[in-house]
Protein backbone atom coordinates (compact mmCIF):
# COMPACT_ATOMS: atom_id res chain seq x y z
CA UNK A 1 0.00 0.00 0.00
CA UNK A 2 2.84 2.28 0.48
CA UNK A 3 4.53 1.86 -2.08
CA UNK A 4 1.40 2.47 -4.06
CA UNK A 5 0.99 5.53 -2.47
CA UNK A 6 4.87 6.23 -3.30
CA UNK A 7 3.93 5.72 -7.14
CA UNK A 8 0.95 7.66 -7.24
CA UNK A 9 2.55 10.59 -5.33
CA UNK A 10 5.74 10.56 -8.52
CA UNK A 11 3.05 10.35 -10.95
CA UNK A 12 0.71 13.16 -9.83
CA UNK A 13 4.41 15.85 -9.51
CA UNK A 14 5.58 14.21 -12.89
CA UNK A 15 2.69 14.28 -14.65
CA UNK A 16 2.35 18.29 -14.71
CA UNK A 17 5.42 18.92 -15.62
CA UNK A 18 5.71 16.92 -18.62
CA UNK A 19 2.07 18.57 -19.61
CA UNK A 20 4.21 21.79 -19.08
CA UNK A 21 7.01 20.76 -21.17
CA UNK A 22 4.77 18.89 -23.97
CA UNK A 23 2.87 22.76 -23.76
CA UNK A 24 6.03 24.57 -24.17
CA UNK A 25 7.71 21.76 -26.92
CA UNK A 26 4.35 22.55 -29.16
CA UNK A 27 4.93 26.50 -28.14
CA UNK A 28 8.28 27.22 -29.14
CA UNK A 29 8.16 26.21 -32.93
CA UNK A 30 4.91 28.69 -33.14
CA UNK A 31 6.82 31.12 -31.23
CA UNK A 32 9.86 31.02 -33.91
CA UNK A 33 7.36 31.01 -36.87
CA UNK A 34 5.74 34.19 -35.34
CA UNK A 35 8.71 36.57 -35.06
CA UNK A 36 12.65 36.54 -35.81
CA UNK A 37 15.84 38.97 -35.83
CA UNK A 38 18.71 39.18 -38.05
CA UNK A 39 22.07 40.09 -37.84
CA UNK A 40 23.96 41.31 -40.91
CA UNK A 41 26.35 43.82 -42.17
CA UNK A 42 28.70 45.44 -44.47
CA UNK A 43 32.55 45.00 -44.51
CA UNK A 44 34.33 47.34 -47.10
CA UNK A 45 37.79 48.37 -46.66
CA UNK A 46 39.97 49.46 -49.57
CA UNK A 47 43.61 50.89 -50.42
CA UNK A 48 43.95 54.24 -52.30
CA UNK A 49 46.22 56.29 -53.45
CA UNK A 50 44.88 60.08 -53.17
CA UNK A 51 45.46 63.52 -54.03
CA UNK A 52 43.59 66.63 -52.82
CA UNK A 53 44.77 69.80 -55.10
CA UNK A 54 47.09 71.99 -52.95
CA UNK A 55 48.00 69.18 -50.46
CA UNK A 56 50.54 66.06 -50.65
CA UNK A 57 49.70 62.65 -52.46
CA UNK A 58 48.39 60.19 -49.67
CA UNK A 59 48.42 56.10 -49.66
CA UNK A 60 45.92 55.55 -46.76
CA UNK A 61 43.37 52.38 -45.93
CA UNK A 62 40.30 53.52 -45.83
CA UNK A 63 36.90 52.21 -44.31
CA UNK A 64 33.74 52.28 -46.90
CA UNK A 65 30.40 52.58 -45.78
CA UNK A 66 30.98 49.08 -43.38
CA UNK A 67 28.13 48.40 -40.94
CA UNK A 68 26.62 46.41 -38.09
CA UNK A 69 22.91 45.83 -37.51
CA UNK A 70 19.88 43.87 -36.63
CA UNK A 71 16.47 43.52 -37.73
CA UNK A 72 13.33 41.45 -36.60
CA UNK A 73 9.92 41.19 -37.62
CA UNK A 74 6.96 39.81 -35.98
CA UNK A 75 3.41 37.96 -36.85
CA UNK A 76 0.85 39.76 -35.09
CA UNK A 77 -2.03 37.81 -36.81
CA UNK A 78 -4.78 38.83 -39.55
CA UNK A 79 -2.19 40.12 -41.76
CA UNK A 80 -0.31 42.44 -38.98
CA UNK A 81 3.51 42.81 -38.66
CA UNK A 82 5.51 44.82 -36.66
CA UNK A 83 9.37 45.15 -37.48
CA UNK A 84 12.29 46.92 -36.54
CA UNK A 85 15.84 47.82 -37.66
CA UNK A 86 19.10 48.69 -36.02
CA UNK A 87 22.21 50.04 -37.98
CA UNK A 88 25.86 51.62 -36.57
CA UNK A 89 28.30 52.54 -38.86
CA UNK A 90 31.80 50.29 -37.87
CA UNK A 91 35.31 51.95 -39.12
CA UNK A 92 36.67 48.46 -40.29
CA UNK A 93 39.96 50.02 -39.94
CA UNK A 94 39.86 49.89 -36.53
CA UNK A 95 36.69 48.24 -36.07
CA UNK A 96 35.47 51.21 -34.02
CA UNK A 97 32.00 51.55 -34.09
CA UNK A 98 30.90 55.80 -34.85
CA UNK A 99 27.90 57.14 -33.18
CA UNK A 100 26.02 54.40 -31.62
CA UNK A 101 23.29 53.46 -34.02
CA UNK A 102 22.79 56.74 -35.39
CA UNK A 103 23.26 55.41 -39.05
CA UNK A 104 19.37 53.83 -39.05
CA UNK A 105 17.05 53.20 -36.53
CA UNK A 106 13.62 51.97 -37.37
CA UNK A 107 10.41 51.13 -35.84
CA UNK A 108 7.32 49.85 -38.24
CA UNK A 109 3.77 48.78 -37.89
CA UNK A 110 2.58 47.10 -41.78
CA UNK A 111 -0.17 45.16 -43.30
CA UNK A 112 -2.08 44.49 -46.73
CA UNK A 113 -3.16 48.44 -46.30
CA UNK A 114 0.82 49.39 -46.35
CA UNK A 115 3.24 50.44 -43.74
CA UNK A 116 3.81 53.23 -41.46
CA UNK A 117 7.75 53.70 -40.79
CA UNK A 118 8.74 55.65 -37.85
CA UNK A 119 12.50 56.50 -36.95
CA UNK A 120 15.83 57.58 -37.98
CA UNK A 121 16.01 56.37 -41.70
CA UNK A 122 17.21 59.19 -44.10
CA UNK A 123 15.78 60.35 -46.81
CA UNK A 124 14.29 58.22 -49.02
CA UNK A 125 14.96 60.65 -52.37
CA UNK A 126 18.55 59.93 -52.03
CA UNK A 127 17.92 55.96 -51.62
CA UNK A 128 15.80 55.62 -54.13
CA UNK A 129 17.45 57.95 -56.68
CA UNK A 130 21.18 57.90 -56.09
CA UNK A 131 21.80 54.31 -54.60
CA UNK A 132 19.83 53.03 -57.17
CA UNK A 133 22.27 54.07 -60.11
CA UNK A 134 25.22 54.39 -57.68
CA UNK A 135 26.35 50.44 -58.59
CA UNK A 136 29.95 50.22 -58.65
CA UNK A 137 30.82 50.61 -54.85
CA UNK A 138 27.40 50.74 -52.94
CA UNK A 139 27.02 54.71 -53.03
CA UNK A 140 30.22 54.32 -50.10
CA UNK A 141 33.68 55.72 -49.44
CA UNK A 142 35.25 57.80 -51.88
CA UNK A 143 33.63 57.47 -54.85
CA UNK A 144 30.41 58.39 -53.79
CA UNK A 145 27.87 60.96 -55.04
CA UNK A 146 29.01 64.17 -53.76
CA UNK A 147 26.52 66.36 -56.16
CA UNK A 148 22.97 65.51 -55.28
CA UNK A 149 21.56 67.96 -52.90
CA UNK A 150 19.77 65.70 -49.96
CA UNK A 151 17.32 67.89 -48.30
CA UNK A 152 15.12 65.56 -46.29
CA UNK A 153 16.18 65.21 -42.84
CA UNK A 154 16.82 61.84 -41.99
CA UNK A 155 15.99 61.83 -38.09
CA UNK A 156 12.79 62.33 -36.21
CA UNK A 157 10.83 60.71 -39.35
CA UNK A 158 7.47 59.22 -39.88
CA UNK A 159 6.60 58.16 -43.45
CA UNK A 160 3.58 55.93 -45.05
CA UNK A 161 4.29 53.00 -47.70
CA UNK A 162 1.30 52.48 -50.12
CA UNK A 163 1.83 48.69 -50.71
CA UNK A 164 2.41 47.74 -54.14
CA UNK A 165 -0.23 49.02 -57.15
CA UNK A 166 0.72 47.67 -60.27
CA UNK A 167 4.46 47.85 -60.20
CA UNK A 168 4.02 51.27 -58.59
CA UNK A 169 5.22 51.81 -54.66
CA UNK A 170 4.46 55.50 -53.22
CA UNK A 171 5.90 56.81 -49.35
CA UNK A 172 4.94 60.01 -47.63
CA UNK A 173 7.64 60.97 -45.15
CA UNK A 174 7.08 64.28 -42.61
CA UNK A 175 9.41 65.50 -39.87
CA UNK A 176 7.41 67.77 -37.60
CA UNK A 177 8.67 71.54 -37.15
CA UNK A 178 9.01 71.20 -33.36
CA UNK A 179 11.83 68.51 -33.97
CA UNK A 180 13.46 69.84 -36.69
CA UNK A 181 13.60 73.69 -34.22
CA UNK A 182 15.22 71.33 -31.61
CA UNK A 183 17.55 69.19 -34.11
CA UNK A 184 18.53 71.72 -36.61
CA UNK A 185 17.34 75.13 -35.07
CA UNK A 186 14.60 75.54 -37.91
CA UNK A 187 11.27 75.87 -37.07
CA UNK A 188 9.44 74.23 -40.67
CA UNK A 189 7.87 70.86 -40.84
CA UNK A 190 9.93 68.61 -43.77
CA UNK A 191 8.10 66.89 -45.95
CA UNK A 192 8.60 64.45 -49.03
CA UNK A 193 7.10 62.10 -51.50
CA UNK A 194 8.69 59.46 -53.37
CA UNK A 195 7.86 57.39 -56.08
CA UNK A 196 9.03 53.68 -57.13
CA UNK A 197 7.80 52.06 -60.81
CA UNK A 198 9.21 48.92 -61.58
CA UNK A 199 7.92 47.80 -65.07
CA UNK A 200 9.52 45.38 -67.66
CA UNK A 201 13.26 45.86 -67.96
CA UNK A 202 12.71 49.44 -66.58
CA UNK A 203 12.98 50.53 -63.17
CA UNK A 204 11.49 54.28 -62.73
CA UNK A 205 11.63 56.42 -60.04
CA UNK A 206 10.56 60.44 -58.74
CA UNK A 207 10.95 62.65 -55.42
CA UNK A 208 10.03 65.56 -53.94
CA UNK A 209 11.13 66.83 -50.34
CA UNK A 210 11.26 70.09 -48.70
CA UNK A 211 12.51 71.83 -45.46
CA UNK A 212 12.55 75.19 -44.72
CA UNK A 213 13.78 77.51 -47.57
CA UNK A 214 15.14 74.22 -49.59
CA UNK A 215 13.61 72.11 -51.94
CA UNK A 216 14.70 69.51 -54.43
CA UNK A 217 12.79 67.26 -57.11
CA UNK A 218 14.59 64.65 -58.74
CA UNK A 219 13.51 61.61 -61.46
CA UNK A 220 15.57 58.30 -62.08
CA UNK A 221 15.75 56.03 -64.63
CA UNK A 222 17.50 52.58 -64.88
CA UNK A 223 17.38 49.92 -67.51
CA UNK A 224 18.44 46.75 -68.24
CA UNK A 225 19.09 45.11 -71.58
CA UNK A 226 21.28 41.67 -71.22
CA UNK A 227 24.13 42.17 -69.79
CA UNK A 228 23.90 45.92 -69.78
CA UNK A 229 22.47 48.52 -67.76
CA UNK A 230 21.93 51.81 -68.37
CA UNK A 231 20.56 55.19 -66.19
CA UNK A 232 20.76 58.24 -64.70
CA UNK A 233 19.19 60.90 -62.77
CA UNK A 234 18.09 64.65 -63.12
CA UNK A 235 17.67 66.87 -60.03
CA UNK A 236 16.52 70.58 -59.46
CA UNK A 237 17.10 72.13 -56.41
CA UNK A 238 17.10 75.47 -54.57
CA UNK A 239 19.06 76.12 -51.38
CA UNK A 240 19.83 72.45 -51.32
CA UNK A 241 23.77 73.15 -50.27
CA UNK A 242 24.15 76.82 -49.64
CA UNK A 243 21.57 79.27 -48.17
CA UNK A 244 20.25 82.07 -50.67
CA UNK A 245 22.28 80.27 -53.72
CA UNK A 246 19.13 79.76 -55.40
CA UNK A 247 18.43 77.21 -58.24
CA UNK A 248 20.89 74.41 -59.58
CA UNK A 249 20.36 71.60 -61.95
CA UNK A 250 22.23 68.74 -61.58
CA UNK A 251 22.87 65.11 -63.69
CA UNK A 252 24.39 61.99 -63.61
CA UNK A 253 24.59 59.21 -66.38
CA UNK A 254 25.86 55.36 -65.34
CA UNK A 255 26.82 52.31 -67.88
CA UNK A 256 27.56 48.92 -66.65
CA UNK A 257 28.72 46.13 -68.56
CA UNK A 258 28.41 42.80 -66.95
CA UNK A 259 31.00 39.91 -68.56
CA UNK A 260 30.77 36.22 -66.26
CA UNK A 261 32.23 37.44 -62.55
CA UNK A 262 33.01 40.56 -63.55
CA UNK A 263 31.58 44.13 -63.75
CA UNK A 264 32.97 47.20 -66.06
CA UNK A 265 31.25 51.08 -64.57
CA UNK A 266 31.55 54.22 -66.03
CA UNK A 267 29.51 56.88 -64.23
CA UNK A 268 29.56 60.74 -64.88
CA UNK A 269 27.67 63.59 -62.74
CA UNK A 270 27.67 66.93 -63.53
CA UNK A 271 26.13 69.82 -61.21
CA UNK A 272 25.73 73.20 -62.74
CA UNK A 273 26.29 76.67 -60.50
CA UNK A 274 23.72 78.10 -58.30
CA UNK A 275 22.23 80.91 -59.50
CA UNK A 276 23.35 83.20 -56.82
CA UNK A 277 26.77 81.95 -56.88
CA UNK A 278 29.15 82.13 -60.13
CA UNK A 279 31.36 79.57 -60.38
CA UNK A 280 30.22 77.04 -58.59
CA UNK A 281 29.61 74.07 -60.78
CA UNK A 282 31.09 70.63 -60.43
CA UNK A 283 31.81 67.58 -62.76
CA UNK A 284 32.18 63.73 -61.25
CA UNK A 285 33.32 60.87 -62.70
CA UNK A 286 33.92 57.30 -61.80
CA UNK A 287 35.30 54.17 -63.67
CA UNK A 288 35.13 50.86 -61.60
CA UNK A 289 35.39 47.11 -61.83
CA UNK A 290 33.99 44.70 -59.24
CA UNK A 291 34.79 40.96 -60.27
CA UNK A 292 32.93 38.93 -58.04
CA UNK A 293 34.23 36.10 -55.85
CA UNK A 294 30.52 35.08 -54.47
CA UNK A 295 27.32 36.76 -54.34
CA UNK A 296 28.66 38.07 -50.88
CA UNK A 297 32.25 38.99 -51.47
CA UNK A 298 33.95 40.99 -54.04
CA UNK A 299 37.47 42.48 -55.30
CA UNK A 300 37.09 46.00 -57.52
CA UNK A 301 39.11 48.69 -58.20
CA UNK A 302 38.19 52.12 -59.12
CA UNK A 303 39.39 55.53 -60.05
CA UNK A 304 37.41 58.29 -59.33
CA UNK A 305 37.75 62.36 -59.90
CA UNK A 306 35.85 65.43 -58.57
CA UNK A 307 36.73 68.90 -60.32
CA UNK A 308 35.22 71.93 -58.44
CA UNK A 309 34.66 75.35 -60.17
CA UNK A 310 36.32 78.23 -57.89
CA UNK A 311 33.35 78.54 -55.80
CA UNK A 312 32.23 74.91 -55.17
CA UNK A 313 32.99 72.80 -52.55
CA UNK A 314 31.48 69.81 -52.97
CA UNK A 315 33.33 66.36 -51.40
CA UNK A 316 33.89 67.69 -47.51
CA UNK A 317 33.50 64.00 -46.76
CA UNK A 318 37.11 63.33 -48.84
CA UNK A 319 38.79 66.50 -47.58
CA UNK A 320 37.51 68.97 -49.69
CA UNK A 321 37.88 72.19 -47.16
CA UNK A 322 37.91 75.43 -49.79
CA UNK A 323 36.04 76.60 -53.25
CA UNK A 324 37.79 75.24 -56.58
CA UNK A 325 39.57 72.20 -54.59
CA UNK A 326 39.81 69.15 -56.65
CA UNK A 327 40.05 64.89 -55.65
CA UNK A 328 41.08 62.34 -57.40
CA UNK A 329 41.76 58.36 -55.97
CA UNK A 330 42.38 55.56 -57.50
CA UNK A 331 41.78 52.55 -54.51
CA UNK A 332 41.59 48.44 -54.44
CA UNK A 333 39.18 47.20 -52.43
CA UNK A 334 37.40 43.76 -50.74
CA UNK A 335 33.73 44.06 -49.89
CA UNK A 336 31.94 41.27 -48.04
CA UNK A 337 28.50 40.95 -46.90
CA UNK A 338 27.33 39.30 -44.01
Not at 295 to 305: F, G, N, S, V
Request: net charge negative; charged share 20%.
Amino acid sequence: MAATIVRSGVCSSILPLVASVAVLAAWVPSAQAQGFVTLYGRVNTTVEHGKLSGESTTTQMRNNGSNLGFMGQEDLGNGLKAGFLYEMDIDSTTGAADDGYASQSELWLGGNWGRVRLGNYGGQSFKTIVEEVSLHNDNVGSSADFLFADVMPADHHVSYVTPELGGLVLELGFSSEDDRLRQDGVKKNAYELVANYDIGDWSLAGSYSEFGRAEQFAVRALYTLGDFQLGGYYQQDKNGWLDDAGKRDSYRLVGIYTLGHSEFHVNAGYADEYRNLADSDAMQWTLAWNYHLSKRTKLYALYTELDNSRNATYGADVGVSQGGQDFKVFAVGLRHYF
